[in-house]
């Protein structure tokens, strides 16, 4: 028997045991730990898609919450179909996708000038689909985040 009642010295209540060998809050801690990964993972897997980069090039959506405008770059080819050119930007990205290599000596922040660029392998879609994220609509009709207008066939 203790000397004084738990209620007045609560430190002198029995500690919790540790039946499972871990914290005596075991099963909660566990379920935090498991869940971080999954967390983690959603994260990571929240950036530009070639869908997305090629709506924000080729839709004419006004800005919306997080979602800035699209920038509508179909009204600079008026022979040309939005659609014709938002399926050539989309075919053209996914097949890059598709391809493993690294960026070379592409850089999504030059200007396209005269040449064709193309993109040639997942890190150079990667780059691409970054920069037109980030661009400004006024920028990208300049042609910084090349190809944006040029896709090849």
């Known amino acids: 028997m203790l000397p004084y009642p738990a209620e007045v010295a609560p430190w002198l209540r029995r500690a919790p045991t540790r039946t499972t060998g871990g914290h005596p809050r075991g099963p909660r801690m566990r379920s935090i730990l498991l869940l971080l990964p999954i967390a983690a993972l ?84 990667a780059l691409w689909m970054d920069c037109v994220e980030q661009t400004s609509c006024d920028l990208l009709k300049t042609g910084v985040c090349a190809p944006t207008t040029n896709f090849p066939n």
């Open 42 to 125: 959603a994260t990571a897997c929240s950036g530009p898609t070639c869908q997305s980069s090629c709506e924000r090039l080729y839709g004419d959506q006004p800005a919306t919450g997080d979602e800035p405008a699209q920038c509508n770059l179909a009204t600079l080819f008026p022979d040309t179909e939005p659609a014709e050119m938002m399926d050539s930007c989309m075919a053209h990205c996914n097949d890059a996708v598709a391809r493993n290599g690294e960026a070379g000596d592409y850089d999504p922040n030059q200007r396209a000038g005269a040449a064709e660029v193309s993109l040639d392998n997942e890190r150079q879609a």
